[in-house]
C-alpha cells in the first residue's frame, strides 16, 4: 500500500510536466503582444480565438488528469482492502479502458512461453467474440512483443502483423490499432496490460502509451501487494496444515487414519482435484493407502497397480524424486488412463522416504491447468512428515515385536524348566525318597542308628522335594495352567500374609500370556504390599469387557510406593506393554497403593505365540 500511495504524486508530477510543455508557447504569443491580452490594439497579434482555445485544452487536461488520478486511486483503496486478485485485475482493466477511452481492454499474465488474459473489458454495447484464455507466445502481436522487449508498444495497423493473436484481434475482433505495456513485479516480466481501438470510431491518443506505462507501474505495484498477502496467507495455511498433521504424527494417530488425513490436507490446500498416497510393494506394484478427490474416486484405498508406464508412480520409482506430468491426455497404460478418465490433465508426485529407503509416493493432480512451480517443493513438506510417522510406526511395531518375542521365549524358557524339574529332578527325588522309605521300614529294630540317619534322610529330602516346588510355583504355577487365573488368585489370597478381599468378575478365560501377566502383576503387588505397606487389607478386582483385562491391587496402607525402586515392578510393566496394555501405579502418601492394569485380550502376542 505504500508504494501505491507513494508512486501517485510520481504520476500527477509526469501528468503536470506534460501540461507544462504545452504552456510556454501560450506565453511566448503573450509577450509578443505586450502582455495584454484585453487590448484591442493587440488582437492581430495574439486572437482571442487562440487564447480561448488553448484554456479550453488547459481545462480538457486538468480534468483528464483529475480522471486519472482518481482511477488510480479507486485501484489502490481496492488493493488495500484485501480484494482478490481477480477483483483487482477486472477493476484495473475496467479503470484503463474507460479512462483511454478504449473499445477492448485487457490484462494478461506470462505462463511459461504462454500468455493468460486474467481480465477483460469492452465499451458499452460494443459486440465482439470471447477471447480465449491461454494464447502461446510468438509472432508480432502486443503481448510477444512487450515479452521480448520489456517495453511499451504501440501497433498502428495489423494488416503485416504475424501470429495467431494478432489474426485473432484483426479478423474477429476487427481492430486496427493497439497499444500496451509491460507490467513488471519486483524486477520480474509479469504480465502485459493492453488496449485496443477501430481508428475510425476512437482513436487512441498519441501520448497513450506514456500514460499507459504509468499506470502499469501503480498496477504492478498493487499486484506485488496482492500477491505478497497471497503468499503470506499461502504460507499461514501452509503451516497451520503441517502443525494439524504434525499433531497427529506425535499422537500416535493409526496409519489409515494419518494417511487420509494427508491427502485431505493436500487436496484443500494446494486447491487441487486430487490427491493421494500410495506404497511401494516388494512385487513391483504400488497400493493405494489414502485417496481424496473432488471428483469421481477411480483409485480406491486398498487398489494395487503393476508399476510401468508413463505415470507419477513410476516416475518417483525409478529417479526417487519429484516428478510432474503436465498433459495426460497421451497417457498409455491402465493407470495412466484411469487418471486421464477422472479428468485429471496435470500432476506431480513427491517421494516417501523411510530410513533411506523408498517407501511410497504422495500425488496430487488438477482438472483444468497445470500446477504451479513451487508444488513439488510444498508438497515433500507433507512427505517428510509421513515419512516420520510411518518410521515411528514400523519402529513401535518392530519394539513391540521384539518385546512378544522377549516374553515369547522367557515364557518357553519357563515352561522347559517346569518340564526339567517335574520330569528330572523331582522324579528322581521322589524315586530316592521312596527307596528309603523302604529301606527304613526293612530295618531290623535292634539297628536303632541306621533307622535314625534314614529318618532324617527322608526328613531332609521331603524338604528339598518341597523346596522344588515352591520354586516350581513360582516359575508357573500348576493351578493357573490347569484352572485359570480366578483360581489362581484365590490360592494367592489364601497364602497371602495379608486379609484379602476378592472381587473377580469373569465368564472367560483370557490366552494364557495374559493370564501370566496378571498373575505375576497380583504376585508382586501381595509381595510388596507385604513388606512395605503397613496394610490392614488387600482388594483385589478382576474384570474383563470390551476386549480387555482389567485388574487393580489396592492396600489401605502408608503409600508413599516409588515403581522406580527395584525393577520389579519395572519388569511388569515391560511384560504389560509388550502385550499391548498399560500399568499405572498411584501411591500418595498416607493413602494406599493402587496398582492397575488393563491388558488387551486380542493381542497380537497371542497369533505370535501361537
Known amino acids: 500500500m505504500v508504494l501505491l500511495w507513494s508512486a501517485l504524486p510520481v504520476m500527477a508530477q509526469r501528468n503536470r510536466e506534460r501540461l507544462l510543455e504545452r504552456q510556454p508557447q501560450v506565453r511566448k504569443s503573450n509577450s509578443e503582444a505586450g502582455g495584454d491580452v484585453n487590448s484591442s490594439s493587440k488582437a492581430s497579434v495574439f486572437p482571442l480565438g487562440t487564447h480561448v482555445d488553448a484554456n479550453l485544452e488547459?481545462?480538457?487536461?486538468?480534468?483528464?488528469?483529475v480522471e486519472e488520478q482518481a482511477a488510480l486511486r479507486r485501484v489502490a483503496t481496492l488493493v488495500a482492502g484485501g480484494a482478490a486478485p481477480a477483483q483487482v485485475f477486472t477493476a484495473v482493466t475496467e479503470e484503463a479502458g474507460r479512462l483511454f477511452g478504449a473499445h477492448l481492454a485487457g490484462l494478461g499474465r506470462y505462463e511459461g512461453?504462454?500468455?493468460?488474459?486474467?481480465?477483460?473489458?469492452?465499451a458499452t454495447n460494443l459486440p465482439h467474440r470471447r477471447v480465449p484464455v491461454r494464447w502461446p507466445l510468438g509472432g508480432g502481436d502486443l503481448a510477444s512483443t512487450v515479452f521480448r522487449t520489456g517495453h511499451s508498444v504501440r501497433i498502428a495497423t495489423y494488416q503485416d502483423i504475424g501470429g495467431p493473436i494478432a489474426a485473432f484481434v484483426r479478423d474477429e475482433l476487427g481492430i486496427d490499432s493497439s497499444i500496451a505495456s509491460p507490467i513488471a513485479v519486483e524486477g520480474r516480466p509479469w504480465g502485459v496490460l493492453f488496449l485496443h481501438a477501430k481508428d475510425g470510431e476512437r482513436p487512441l491518443s498519441q501520448d497513450a502509451e506514456f500514460r499507459l506505462t504509468a499506470f502499469s507501474e501503480l498496477v504492478a505495484a498493487a499486484i506485488a501487494n496482492t500477491e505478497s498477502r497471497s503468499a503470506l496467507a499461502q504460507l499461514a495455511e501452509e503451516q497451520a496444515a503441517l502443525r494439524r498433521v504434525a499433531t497427529l504424527v506425535a499422537g500416535r494417530t493409526p496409519p489409515e487414519q494419518l494417511f487420509a488425513a494427508v491427502t485431505e490436507e493436500i487436496g484443500s490446500l494446494f486447491d487441487v482435484d486430487w490427491a493421494n498416497m500410495a506404497r511401494y510393494e516388494?512385487?513391483?506394484?504400488?497400493?493405494?493407502?489414502?485417496?481424496?478427490?473432488?471428483?469421481?474416486?477411480?483409485?480406491?484405498?486398498?487398489?494395487?497397480?503393476?508399476?510401468?508406464g508413463h505415470n507419477l508412480a513410476t516416475l518417483v520409482f525409478e529417479t526417487r524424486h519429484s516428478a510432474r506430468i503436465d498433459n495426460f491426455v497421451e497417457a498409455q497404460g491402465p493407470l495412466e488412463v484411469t487418471v486421464r478418465d477422472a479428468g485429471i490433465r496435470s500432476g506431480v508426485g513427491s517421494p516417501i522416504i523411510v530410513d533411506g529407503s523408498l517407501w511410497g509416493v504422495v500425488g496430487a493432480g488438477?482438472?483444468?491447468?497445470?500446477?504451479?512451480?513451487?508444488?513439488?517443493e510444498r508438497l515433500a513438506s507433507f512427505t517428510e512428515l509421513v515419512a516420520m510417522a510411518v518410521a515411528n510406526t514400523e519402529s513401535r511395531a518392530q519394539l513391540k515385536m521384539s518385546r512378544a518375542r522377549i516374553v515369547n521365549a522367557a515364557d518357553k524358557a519357563r515352561q522347559q524348566i517346569e518340564r526339567d524339574?517335574?520330569?528330572?529332578?523331582?522324579?528322581?527325588?521322589?524315586?530316592?525318597?521312596?527307596?528309603l522309605r523302604a529301606a527304613e521300614a526293612n530295618q531290623q529294630a535292634d539297628v536303632g542308628d541306621m533307622r535314625k540317619k534314614l529318618t532324617r534322610t527322608a526328613q531332609a529330602l521331603d524338604g528339598v522335594l518341597e523346596e522344588l516346588r515352591e520354586i516350581s510355583r513360582g516359575i508357573h504355577p500348576a493351578i493357573l495352567s490347569k484352572a485359570g487365573l480366578e483360581p489362581a488368585l484365590k490360592t494367592l489370597a489364601r497364602r497371602s500374609t495379608l486379609p484379602v478381599e476378592l472381587?473377580?468378575?469373569?465368564?472367560?478365560?483370557?490366552?494364557?500370556?495374559?493370564?501370566?501377566?496378571?498373575?505375576?502383576?497380583?504376585?508382586?503387588a501381595l509381595a510388596n504390599a507385604a513388606k512395605h505397606s503397613q496394610a490392614s487389607v488387600v482388594t483385589i478386582a478382576l474384570d474383563m469387557r470390551d476386549s480387555n483385562l482389567q485388574l487393580s491391587v489396592h492396600d489401605d496402607g502408608i503409600g508413599g510406593a516409588d515403581p522406580n525402586q527395584g525393577t520389579g515392578l519395572v519388569g511388569l510393566a515391560d511384560r504389560i506393554e509388550a502385550l499391548g496394555g498399560r500399568l499405572e501405579i498411584t501411591s500418595p502418601a498416607g493413602s494406599g497403593t493402587l496398582l492397575s492394569l488393563e491388558i488387551p485380550i486380542d493381542s497380537t502376542l497371542r497369533t505370535t505365540a501361537s
Open 58 to 65: 488547459n481545462r480538457t487536461e486538468l480534468a483528464r488528469l
Open 113 to 122: 512461453e504462454t500468455v493468460a488474459v486474467l481480465a477483460g473489458w469492452s
Open 282 to 308: 516388494p512385487d513391483n506394484t504400488v497400493t493405494f493407502v489414502a485417496t481424496w478427490s473432488r471428483t469421481a474416486d477411480r483409485l480406491p484405498v486398498g487398489s494395487r497397480w503393476t508399476l510401468g
Open 366 to 376: 488438477a482438472v483444468l491447468d497445470q500446477l504451479p512451480p513451487d508444488t513439488e
Open 421 to 435: 524339574l517335574h520330569d528330572g529332578t523331582q522324579q528322581q527325588l521322589v524315586s530316592l525318597m521312596l527307596e
Open 503 to 524: 472381587d473377580l468378575r469373569t465368564d472367560r478365560r483370557p490366552p494364557e500370556h495374559v493370564e501370566v501377566a496378571a498373575y505375576f502383576a497380583v504376585c508382586e
